[in-house]
Structures are given as C-alpha cells and as structure tokens.
T-cell receptor, first 114, second 114 residues
Framework: AQKVTQTQTSISVVEKTTVTMDCVYETRDSSYFLFWYKQTASGEIVFLIRQDSYKKENATVGHYSLNFQKPKSSIGLIITATQIEDSAVYFCAMRGDSNYQLIWGSGTKLIIKP | EAAVTQSPRSKVAVTGGKVTLSCHQTNNHDYMYWYRQDTGHGLRLIHYSYVADSTEKGDIPDGYKASRPSQENFSLILELASLSQTAVYFC?????????????FGPGTRLTVL
C-alpha cells in the first residue's frame, strides 16, 4: 500500500530563517512523483514544487527547494528566507505509476513569527 | 483569472436532504476530482472523471455521487446528507490523471450538515 507520512504537526520559526519540513513515503513503484502543496489560512490550496523519482537533482522553485533522499524514501521541503506570508499548512503528496491516485500526507502547519 | 471555481462556497444542509456541489474549470483539463478535507487532515479522493459523461470512484465514494455533463463542469451530489459528511469539499483539475502534472484546486465549499 502507498502511504505518505508527515510527522511534524506544527513548526514555528522566526521570519527570514530557513525551515525544513519532513515527509516520508511508502511505495513499491519504481517510478513515482512527489509533490508539495500549500494551504493558506483562507483555505486555498496551491501547488508549490514537484520531484520526479528518476531525477537525482533536487527540485528548486523560487525560495522552495527539496531534499530528496531516495534510499530513505524521504522528500523534505526547504523554505529559505521565510516570510510572514509563508505561514500556512504544507502538504506532501505522492503518485505512483501503479495507482495513479494522489496520496496525501496529513500536513504540517508552519508559523512564521516576526 | 480563477481557473477552478466552486459553488456554493458555503452551505448548511439538513440531515436527509439533498446537496449538490458544483465545480467549473476553464483550464481545458480532461481530469477533474472531488476531495474531502476534514479538520486537521489531508485530502481524500471521493470521485474523479477523465471525460465528460463518465465518473469513477475514488477512495471514499460511499454516500456520494458525481456527474460530469461537460469537460468544464463536475458536480458532487449527496442524495441523503448525513452529519458525518460535514467537511470542506475541494474540486480540482489536471491535464492528466496524475502523471507528473500537478492539480489545480478550487477555493473549496464548506458544508455543514445539521
């Protein structure tokens, strides 16, 4: 069975610092895709960044980057130079070739303090 | 510019009543999805569709029906609403069923069943 686990329920950091959110996944598929989404306080869900399992390079988009550790089935989200508006709930999700469904983690709430 | 819209944004329904949630997308995407989010949890897939006039069951289809009359429109129907169906419902679209394509979400509908 496929599964995505986010063990950090909440993280609080000071503005302008770097934060890392953890995500561990389970799959038997040899090829899969990993996603991070952001849900704002208003409820809006926005796609942030994606990592394809066959790529060795970590994906980077703006001040978001990923720490993909395939042997550990881990895909961490790194946000550098955090801003107040980065405060949100961050979801990790995975899709494997055998299932085609997007499997979601339970989310990590990020609080950015001034 | 919002490419995925939902209506209504909020609804209060009575137990046993019929509820219809509507979703409209202008992304020209073939795939559309209905998710349910319960407080403090991730998203769970209820139904999805990859072509007009056809719908498929997701992980938690019991108590829900779906209708896709056109590429742009996708509805979720609760024939006999129950207290346990109180949740926030999100519609999403994507150009392909999973693959490497991210999903684009609507703003959500908060449903309260009394």
């Amino acid at each position: 069975a496929q599964k995505v686990t986010q063990t950090q329920t909440s993280i609080s950091v000071v503005e302008k610092t770097t934060v890392t959110m953890d995500c561990v996944y389970e799959t038997r598929d040899s090829s899969y895709f990993l996603f991070w989404y952001k849900q704002t306080a208003s409820g809006e869900i926005v796609f942030l960044i994606r990592q394809d399992s066959y790529k060795k390079e970590n994906a980077t988009v703006g001040h978001y980057s990923l720490n993909f550790q395939k042997p550990k089935s881990s895909i961490g989200l790194i946000i550098t130079a955090t801003q107040i508006e980065d405060s949100a709930v961050y979801f990790c999700a995975m899709r494997g070739d055998s299932n085609y469904q997007l499997i979601w983690g339970s989310g990590t709430k990020l609080i950015i303090k001034p | 510019e919002a490419a995925v819209t939902q209506s209504p944004r909020s609804k209060v329904a009575v137990t046993g009543g019929k509820v219809t949630l509507s979703c409209h997308q202008t992304n020209n995407h073939d795939y559309m999805y209905w998710y349910r989010q319960d407080t403090g949890h991730g998203l769970r897939l209820i139904h999805y569709s990859y072509v007009a006039d056809s719908t498929e069951k997701g992980d938690i289809p019991d108590g829900y029906k779906a209708s896709r009359p056109s590429q742009e429109n996708f509805s979720l129907i609760l024939e006999l609403a129950s207290l346990s169906q109180t949740a926030v419902y999100f519609c999403a679209s994507s150009p392909d069923w999973g693959s490497s394509y991210e999903q684009y979400f609507g703003p959500g509908t908060r449903l309260t069943v009394l």
